[in-house]
C-alpha cells in the first residue's frame, strides 16, 4: 500500500444491545510508530498512516448493572483504495480508570472492508452484567492495528473511538438536611446542628463520621489549624437500619478565649452507600463555616455635632434580627448620650422596628420548605431619641448585647 495519511477525529462512545454477527474483541496491535522527544519531534507526521476518519461526538453513557445501550460510529475511507477494518478494544496500560470489559463489548457489521471514499456505520454495543462493580471505566474502539506512541507513553490506537461507561444505582442512603452550615457563634457558647440521614436500601449501612479541619486561617494567616478538633464533638449511630432515618449531631464548643475571625471544617459522615462508587463522597461531606465573635467588655463610641439650631437627634441602630435569633436571645442595647460639659445621658428606646424583604423567585431557607414567599434580610431597629440638645460636640456610648454587629445612623433635626 501506498503511503498515506490520516485524520483523526476522537470521541467517546457506549452503548450495550444483543446483536449478530458481531466481532469479536483483540487486545493485540502492530504497527506502532514512535514520535521522538519534544526536543526533535514535536507532531506525528500525518503520511505515515492510513487515512480514515471516526467521526462522531464525545459520548458518556450512564448504564445501571443489567443494562444496555448502543451507539452509532461511522467511519469514513479516506485513501484511494479499499481499507480492511479490525474493530476491537485497545486499552492501553496505566489508565486512571478501570477498563472497559471486552465480554461487555460487541460491535456489529456485516462487512469490515472499507472501499476507497466509503463511509460506514458500525453499531458498538455495550451490555454491562448484573453483577458489575459500581463505577467508572473506559476503553478505546480500534478500527485498524496502527498505534502512535510518544516517549514514556504506552501507544496509542490512532483510528479510534473511546469509551467512557458510568455504571450506577439509585442511591440508597440520602442526607435529607442542608449540609452547608454557616453561622455566627460566640466564644464560650455551643452551637449544634442535626444532620438527618436515610436509608431506603435492604441492608443497614455503617456510620463513621471523620472531622477534617482546614489548614487556612482566613484574613489573618497563621500556621495552626482554622478550626481545633476539641472544640468539635460529633454524635452519631453506628449504623442506619434498613428503612430508618437517624441523626447525627454536630457540636462546636469553642472555649470563651478563643480568638475571634472566621473558622472552616468539614465533616466526612463516613458512610457506606453500597449504590455509590467508593471515591465519591462529595455527597455526604458537611461544609461548616462559622464567624466567631467576643462580648466586648466597653462600650463602643462615636461623636457628632449639634448645631444652634438642632431640635432634636435621634440614634437608630440596625441589626440582623436572623442571626441573633441562632442564639436564642434577643439583641439589646445600652445607649448613653455625653453632652458638650460632660454630663451622662441614659437614652430609654423610644421604638423598635421590625424589617425585611419577600422575594418569590429567590431560593428560600431550608427551613421554609413547602412556602410560596422566600422571606430574606430580617432586621431589628432600635431607636433613641434625644431632645433639644446643647450645641457643641456630643459623643454617644453603644454597648451591644446578644449581636455582633449593628449599624448606627444620627440623625439631627433643625429649625428652619
Known sequence: MKTRTLILIALVVVGAVAAT??????TQSSSTTTVAGDSDVTTPDADNYTRLYVEDGYRNVELKPGESDTVTVSVENGEDEAVELSPRIATPPTRSQPPVESSWVSIESDDTTLDA?????????????????????SSFIAFTDETMQYPGRPPQPIHSASIHVNVWQEPTVQVESDTHIYTHLKA???MTREISVSNNGDQAVPVNPQFNAENNRRYRPSNRDTLDRSWVSIDAPSEIPAGETETVEITVEPPADADRGDYSATVDLGISDPARADDQGYWQQVDLSFQLWTEPDDPFETSFSVSESTSNATLELNTNRYRTAETGQDADFEVTFVSPDGEEITAERSQLTDSGQVNLGAQRDPTQTGETYAAQGSHQTFTYELDDPA??????????????NFEYEITRSEDT
Not at 454477527?21 to 483483540?26: F, L
Not at 450645641?391 to 455582633?404: L, Q, Y
Open 21 to 26: 454477527g458481531v466481532i469479536s474483541a483483540t
Open 117 to 137: 471514499g466509503e463511509s460506514r456505520e458500525f453499531e458498538i454495543s455495550i451490555d454491562v452484567p448484573d453483577d458489575a462493580e459500581i463505577g467508572d471505566y
Open 188 to 190: 464560650g457558647e455551643t
Open 391 to 404: 450645641a457643641g460636640e456630643w459623643s454617644v456610648r453603644i454597648m451591644p448585647t446578644n449581636t455582633m
